[in-house]
């Protein structure tokens, strides 16, 4: 199927892809729109003023635990420079720490502090409950197939079924 094809000359079923492909990338700008939106709210209740790439560092610093600026940089598709004053913002409110890195003295781990935790996980609850609500009637395997997909999809690879 050519990328540039009028929708007329395409086969029926290669029309409805390309539905559905559009469809999906209205889908994601509005869950886009919604995360963004969320996130400016979210950052400003860890901390006035805070932004929202810097509530994004937080937020992965305590999904995936101690880990240091530069994972961060490439989890996050960020410049090393911008990662490195992230840090030293959080680190300044006291809701991170760098440690010495025991694999690599040469390195530091960042980890969230207990005020860090704290802070995250409150200003994180009520989208918690506002997702937990959203899905407490969808049956738990929709939910797995839909982080499965979503995974899939973020990383660039086919999805399994």
Do not use: C, N
């Not at 509005?30 to 950052?43: G, H, M, P, T, V």
């Not at 994972?71 to 010495?100: C, N, P, V, Y």
């Not at 502090?113 to 994180?124: I, S």
């Amino acid at each position: 199927m050519s990328e540039t094809a009028a929708p007329e000359d395409l086969d029926p079923a290669a029309r409805e892809h390309r539905a559905a492909v559009d469809r999906l990338e209205g889908a994601i700008s509005e869950l886009i729109s919604r995360i963004r939106k969320f996130y400016a709210q979210i950052a400003d209740e860890v901390s006035p003023g805070m932004l929202p790439g810097t509530f994004k560092l937080l937020a992965t610093i305590g999904r995936i635990g101690p880990t240091t600026s530069s994972t961060l940089a490439h989890r996050l598709t960020a410049d090393k420079g911008m990662i490195s004053r992230q840090i030293s913002e959080l680190e300044s409110l006291g809701f991170i720490e760098r440690t010495a890195d025991p694999d690599d003295r040469r390195s530091r781990l960042i980890s969230l502090t207990a005020e860090g935790r704290k802070r995250l996980d409150a200003a994180r609850a009520p989208y918690e409950r506002m997702l937990s609500h959203t899905l407490a009637e969808w049956p738990t395997e929709s939910i797995d197939d839909l982080t499965d997909l979503l995974t899939a999809f973020a990383s660039g690879d086919i999805p399994k079924r």
